[in-house]
């Protein structure tokens, strides 16, 4: 082999050693992103969670309120047939 081939391919694997560098930085980027993607989903979830539960404590206290205002009502009316 002559060394126009050698420096040739000493060139080569430069390269790809560089490239093989590269690589390994955006794996350990790559991961990174994956572990916040992950820690992302479960503020997500748990927030949804929040979300629907704050939702059945609403409707549940909507339901509370009606039927107070319903006693209210009947409580009026009597009063009001016993004053006529």
Avoid: C, P, W, Y
Avoid at 13 to 39: A, F, P, S, W, Y
């Amino acid at each position: 082999m002559d060394n126009e081939t050698k420096k040739m391919f000493e060139i080569l694997i430069n390269k790809l050693d560089n490239i093989d560098g590269r690589l390994t930085g955006m794996d350990e980027r790559l991961t990174g992103i994956e572990t916040r993607q992950d820690e992302i989903f479960s503020v997500v979830n748990a927030i949804e969670h929040s979300s629907t539960t704050h939702k059945a404590e609403i409707d549940n206290m909507t339901h509370k309120i009606a039927h107070t205002e319903g006693i209210i009502n009947k409580i009026g009316n009597v009063i009001t047939e016993r004053s006529a």
